[in-house]
Nanobody, 119 residues
């Protein structure tokens, strides 16, 4: 089982980034795939989630309307991040679990990709 994130980087406030998460080694159809983030000194927090089978999506209040989670037919999950704010800066993780939850109790995790937002 493997989740590999990429697409992080440095962006100015107000800018956009698209993160990608490539999933392999398990049947994604039965899984929820979520993005979490963790800033230095803070707890890991839920960002967005998509359930593969139903395409249901969920967002944290702090990103709703600015971020969009989506997937493609090739086991890749995207997080389009628009209107980025300095407080969005964090290490972003992709995670997978059969149960969709906003708590970080996920079975599988990627290694993370860094997002830095300059003011």
């Amino acid at each position: 089982v493997q989740l590999v994130e990429f697409g992080g980087g440095l962006v100015q406030a107000g800018g956009s980034l698209r993160l990608s998460c490539a999933a392999s080694g398990f049947t994604v159809d039965d899984y929820a795939i979520s993005w979490f983030r963790q800033a230095p000194g803070k707890e890991r927090e839920f960002v967005a989630s998509i359930h593969w089978s139903g395409k249901s999506t969920y967002y944290a209040d702090s990103v709703n309307g600015r971020f969009t989670i989506s997937n493609n037919a090739k086991n890749t999950i995207y997080l389009q991040m628009n209107s980025l704010k300095p407080e969005d800066a964090a290490l972003y993780y992709c995670a997978a679990d059969p149960i969709l939850t906003r708590t970080p109790n996920y079975h599988y995790w990627g290694q993370g990709t860094q997002v830095t937002v300059s003011s």
